[in-house]
């Protein structure tokens, strides 16, 4: 897995940057400190009022249960877990722009639950001259022992690699360039699924956050 980084210490950015720069993605074992790892969690399981996932935004939103059966809560950041959260992914971002002079502008992200038997099926987060999205990342709050891989694909739907979820990890990807999908669960499985953005607007409305 040449993208794999160590972060346990939380953070070295510009390493996280070499290493999805070779190729347009990253996986990082250790991401999250235990204690806010553990906390994120216990937000996702107890707290969240998690209802079921749909595709599209806006008026193009509808649920369709066969392609993805997760539930989703999005963060609204009024706990002290998300601030922190958002507080780590912000600094993320400034390096990204930094280095890899993206234009992010802001990140949105959500829990989401995958219970024995949800998946999400192969699909893209962001189409060529249609969204917004430049960067799909996913935080796992709780390692399985079975099922709701990740899988992530090339430009050639080639699978690349399968994740299994550990907590604390985190996947980065770019959201137009690669395909991937969730596995059927078997174990319950929680994670952030979070988006860096570029500024989008309409007749000079800022596009917000879906």
Known sequence: MPASVQTSDLLNFDTIIDAFYTQGWVWLPEFLRPELNS???H??????????AGIGRQNDFQLNQQIRRDATQWFDGQSSAQQQYLALMAQLQQVFNRRCFLGLFDFECHFARYRSGDYYQKHVDAFSGR???????????NSVNQGGELELYNEHDQLIDRFLPTAGSLIIFESERFPHAVLPAVDTRYSIAGWFRRNASINGVLDPAS
């Open 131 to 141: 969204s917004n999205r430049v960067l799909t990342t996913v935080s796992y709050l």
């Open 43 to 52: 937000e996702a399981q107890y707290e969240a009022e998690l209802t079921p």
């Open 39 to 41: 906390a994120l969690l």
